[in-house]
């Protein structure tokens, strides 16, 4: 690899159009909004950083290792359709999410996992910059929901992890997979179900020291008999994936109320305004599309295509 000083790297990159007296030390208390969105937290970089953002996405954030048959977040050409379906066969599911998932990674755990895999990043004297690029990728000294970095860095910084639980699995005859902060593992017996709790704390606290902690209010097991639903996936009794049957019935009610009492879709979506409302809706149909977009098309017969696609690219007018 032809590695080259960060410099070089910026402006052989933006020919001129930048300044990286500006990337490298303009102030970056301002450069960001805070905005809330179905109750959380997302942080929206302005014009220059979201440019400073994608610049070290290329060169550094997307060259980190990440354990491709485990995670099926934020990847290009994969889903969580994708993440469910490797569980079609099994019997027995362990659902597991990881507490607070963003704010969990702070810039010493982001910092440590850049100098572990240096030799795939171009920038020669990164080190001298590890500083500066944590400032730019974290906000109050963790991982922002918003930035375009953030997804990447995140699953970079489970790959010890992701890898260690990958094993176990392996030799316990588990299937392991993650979506975001979603950890589910399968198997065609029960007996293995009921160590994974113990088991993947031990891991996260061997590589994260209590930092990265399971939430126990959304640990669930499911056992024979009972439906299936992953990440608003169902897995049917025939192995197929398909849309979880609430998540269409929802979607229906509130295509209808959207079409006939705005205010009532509103308050249907729980959200304070229509368009926050319209966002929270688009992104449940957009997931859809991912996971069953015959089920969109018969949302389009029913409701019509113009205002189905509207939502779907929120662009229905308040």
Not at 81 to 108: C, M, P
Not at 134 to 144: C, S
Not at 229 to 247: E, T, Y
């Amino acid at each position: 690899m032809n590695r080259r000083p960060l410099e070089h790297l910026f402006y052989a990159t933006f020919r001129g159009k930048q300044e990286f007296s500006d990337f490298s030390a303009g102030d970056l208390s301002a450069a960001y909004t805070k905005k809330e969105f179905d109750g959380r937290a997302i942080y929206i970089p302005d014009k220059n950083l979201k440019l400073y953002l994608a610049f070290l996405s290329r060169v550094l954030f997307d060259r980190l290792p990440v354990e491709t048959d485990v995670v099926f977040s934020y990847r290009k050409g994969v889903n969580v359709v994708d993440a469910v379906e490797k569980h079609s066969e099994s019997k027995y599911f362990f659902q597991a999410d990881i507490k607070d998932f963003f704010g969990s990674i702070g810039r010493e755990l982001i910092s440590r996992n850049i100098l572990a895999a240096v030799e795939n990043c171009p920038i020669a004297d990164i080190e001298d910059w590890l500083g500066r690029v944590m400032e730019m990728v974290t906000v109050d000294g963790v991982l922002p929901p918003g930035y375009p970095t953030s997804p990447a860095i995140s699953n970079a910084c489970l790959y010890a992890f992701d890898k260690k639980l990958l094993s176990w699995c392996d030799e316990n005859t588990l299937i392991y997979t993650r979506y975001a902060d979603d950890i589910i593992v399968s198997g065609k017996g029960e007996e293995q179900m009921h160590v994974l709790v113990p088991k993947i704390t031990e891991l996260l606290n061997a590589e994260f020291g209590g930092r990265v902690k399971l939430n126990p209010s959304k640990t669930k097991f499911i056992r024979p008999g009972e439906k299936v639903r992953i990440l608003g996936v169902a897995i049917l009794p025939n192995g197929k994936v398909s849309v979880d049957g609430r998540l269409k019935k929802h979607s229906e009610t509130a295509m209808h109320l959207l079409l006939k009492d705005r205010q009532a879709f509103a308050s249907f979506l729980k959200e304070a305004d229509l368009d926050k409302s319209l966002k929270k809706f688009s992104g449940q149909l957009n997931y859809i599309n991912t996971v069953d977009p015959s089920f969109l098309d018969k949302l389009r017969k029913k409701y019509g295509a113009a205002a189905v696609d509207k939502v779907i690219h929120i662009s229905v007018a308040p």
